[in-house]
């Protein structure tokens, strides 16, 4: 029998989240998703201080925190902290006071750090045990970027733990390549589109997790990040430009892969000193492990010192058995978390 708890994504909300600098466009887009027939069915939950209202979508207010949109979504804002926001808008929901929701967007304001709202949904059990990360979209404003990814860790970390990054303003440049190369540096997994004043298909932002109920597949590669930096076709390994910034240098991300079957003693020792020692600066920690004794693959998933319990799915989506761990670090090199691998695999 498992010691691991089945993976219920299936059952739980998605929630999304859309983070990006401030002015980079985060409001313009969803003005614009929201008028998609795809994402009518959404709750939407907004910072009181955020930049740009969404107003002039409302037409009836249910009451002092919640109103309806006219793309029949639903709209709140953040009053006090987000856990207590969406729960209550749960409650809301299943008691019938406000329409029915199968999706939660969540706006955060230019200067916020997207690592406790993810923190929150990955293991806090009065929010995850209902709902589930879906997609960390973070939007770039192509006029400002450079300077905000020089002089602002908030845009860089913003970028570091998207799963989606969208260029805004691109028409107010004459060329995006170098930013282009830029993001892919910070991020070499998360996937990289353009956006013009908001425009673009909801079905291409969305289903980052794990578990895609409506595939009713798991992608592994793609939740692991596990593509190209251009395209190339090989793996996400660790990288270094020391041409580029302070901020951009301090990023690294690599992926670690083991052939035979793991331990989850060591496994878990080695992942909480790890937590404990450097939880700082481990952005995001994606990982599908063969372990000994189990059937099928077990999921990890964390970000900084807060990591979900480990899961475990209902079978193995192909031949391969590797275990593959990926890391999005802020001045964690690779060979350091393998000595430290190393280190407690010759002291057991």
Known sequence: MSLFEND?????????????????????????????????????????????????????????????????????????????TLRALLVKRDRGEVPPFRRILVETTGLADPAPIVQLLLNNPLVSHFLRLDTVLTTVDAANAVHQLDHQYEAVKQVALADRLLITKSDLVSNTAALYQRLRRLNPGARIDSVMHG??????????????????AVDVGRWLNEQAFAGSGEPAHEHHDHAHHSH?????????????????????QWL???????????????????????????????????FHPPVALAEWPDADRRSRIVFITRGIAREEVLALWQAGREAA
Request: hydrophobic share 40%; charged share 25%.
């Open 8 to 84: 219920k994504s299936a059952e739980r909300l998605p929630v999304s989240l859309i983070t990006g600098f401030l002015g980079s466009g985060k409001t313009t887009l969803l003005n614009r998703l929201l008028r998609h027939d795809a994402v009518k069915d959404s709750a939407v939950v907004i910072n009181e201080y955020g930049e740009v209202s969404l107003d002039h979508l409302l037409v009836e207010r249910v009451d002092g925190e919640v109103a309806v949109l006219a793309s029949g979504c639903i709209c709140c804002t953040i009053r006090s902290d987000l856990e207590e």
């Open 199 to 216: 425009e673009i298909d909801p079905a291409g932002l969305f289903g980052a997790g794990l578990v895609d109920p409506e595939k009713k």
């Open 272 to 306: 909480a000193y790890l937590r404990s020692a450097r939880g700082e600066d481990l952005l995001r920690v994606k990982g599908i492990l063969n372990l000994r004794g189990e059937q099928s693959p077990i999921v990890i998933h964390g970000v900084h010192h807060v």
């Open 248 to 268: 951009d240098t301090s990023i690294t991300s690599f992926m670690l892969e083991f052939d035979e079957p793991l331990d989850w003693m060591a496994v878990s």
